[in-house]
């Protein structure tokens, strides 16, 4: 499930920044591409108000390949989705992801 008024660009590209890639590895134990599976699976997606002074920001909620549910802020520049931010769902998100799927 995604916004009405969210375009994810098909076919599905990442583009990643290396201090972040290596800053939620090591801060959350996620990998790249265990950031980019949930953009295959089942995900929910509202828009970040808070953070999207500079650009767009999008708050993900969805599941790994394995079922874990992460949560991922991201934005989409031209044609790719550029991940900022990627760690484990908290209660209360996993919460509300259950209630929106």
Do not use: C
């Amino acid at each position: 499930y995604s916004m009405d008024n969210l375009e994810i660009p098909e076919p599905i590209a990442f583009e990643w920044d290396k201090f972040n890639t290596t800053k939620i590895r090591l801060k959350h134990g996620i990998t790249s591409e265990e950031a980019e599976q949930p953009f295959f699976n089942d995900y929910w997606v509202q828009f970040d108000t808070i953070h999207s002074s500079a650009e767009k920001r999008y708050q993900l909620l969805g599941t790994n390949n394995a079922g874990r549910l992460l949560f991922i802020v991201f934005t989409i520049r031209g044609n790719k989705i550029r991940i900022i931010s990627a760690r484990s769902a908290n209660k209360k998100e996993r919460n509300s992801y259950d209630q929106k799927t």
